[in-house]
């Protein structure tokens, strides 16, 4: 009996509480008001440059990046208008290693768009003067609009809270901006005599020692390591469209010099922001984790290069 007449309670709370719910019930105030806000895509035109090269001033003065504005959904209703805006970061590995954003520093480069698609080029010297600021090595510049519905700003990079183009993610052709990094670029940069700033190994190598690096091809270099016996070139790889350096689980030698029970010794180089190469500063960055058939070296170990 106990349970039945909980039963009956609980029903009764029921359909007071959707009693409730119906009393209450009505339109939206009228004070509430909705907006549709358009979804933009902001594209890179692979025409165009892709990559500002900092090398020098010749090689800025060819960069010419080229990118497309557009409504996402074709026959959606456009916004008002767009101001095209253009936000600046810096991601060097030293100082920024896991590339955090912010959106403290945000110009304008093109006002009163109102027709889309629109298409954009833009050159290093015009980034130059909206920053009031020379190019950078690892420099990041995104391209967005700000987008007007009526009298309503919604920003692309706003200080506080997401930007009109985020929440689109992984949808096909669809790009929240257009980015172009500035490396520094030198097709023969990694080939000749570098020698040691710095290596965290202990017994590795010693600073102010030469290095001999080979360069293989555009993508690749070679050069054999220290305090091993039989040692061996191990080949590097190098992504040039971020700077970053890596190699995979490596045999280096037979076994160090200065402990032989520690055989076959073995290099291994994350592609990690932290493991770079820098022809401006004349730098190579590894952060190398070593092994032999006896043990794992807990950690990294920075060695640090410089070209002589």
């Known amino acids: ?101 912010n959106n403290n520093n945000v110009k304008v480069f093109k006002t009163g768009v109102t027709s889309l698609p629109a298409n954009f080029t833009v050159t290093a010297a015009e980034i130059a003067t909206l920053f009031g600021a020379p ?20 920003e692309a990079f706003p200080v506080t809270g997401l930007g009109a183009g985020t929440g689109h993610a992984g949808h096909p052709l669809w790009s929240e901006f257009a980015r172009y990094n500035a490396l520094c670029q030198d097709a023969n940069f990694h080939g000749g005599n570098f020698q ?23 993508t690749t270099f070679k050069f054999a390591f220290a305090n091993v016996t039989s040692p061996v070139e191990v080949t590097f790889t190098l992504a040039s469209a971020t700077g970053r350096v890596s190699i995979a689980k490596t045999k280096i030698g037979n076994a160090f010099t200065w402990d032989l029970t520690q055989t076959n010794p073995n290099v291994t180089v994350s592609s990690a922001a932290t493991n770079f190469l820098e022809p401006c500063a004349g730098i190579i960055n590894l952060n190398i984790t070593y092994a032999t058939d006896q043990k794992l070296f807990p950690g990294t170990y920075l060695l640090k290069l410089k070209k002589i």
């Open 1 to 101: 009996m106990k349970i039945k007449k909980i039963n009956i309670l609980l029903a009764l709370g029921v359909i007071a509480i959707f009693s409730g719910c119906e009393k209450d019930d009505g339109a939206l105030p009228e004070r509430v008001s909705i907006a549709d806000v358009p979804t933009i895509t902001t594209n890179v035109d692979a025409t165009g440059s892709t990559i500002i090269n900092s090398l020098n001033a010749t090689t800025l003065a060819t960069f010419a990046g080229k990118f497309k504005v557009d409504n996402y959904f074709p026959g959606t209703p456009p916004p008002t208008k767009v101001d095209i805006v253009v936000r600046k970061n810096n991601f060097h590995p030293d100082t920024n290693p896991n590339a955090v954003t």
């Open 135 to 154: 190019i950078q090595t690892y420099d990041n510049y995104d391209f967005a609009p700000d987008i007007y519905v009526g009298d309503k700003k919604y």
């Open 196 to 218: 040691v700033i710095s290596d965290a190994f202990p017994n590795g190598f010693t600073a102010g020692q030469t290095v001999t690096i080979t360069r293989v091809s555009a």
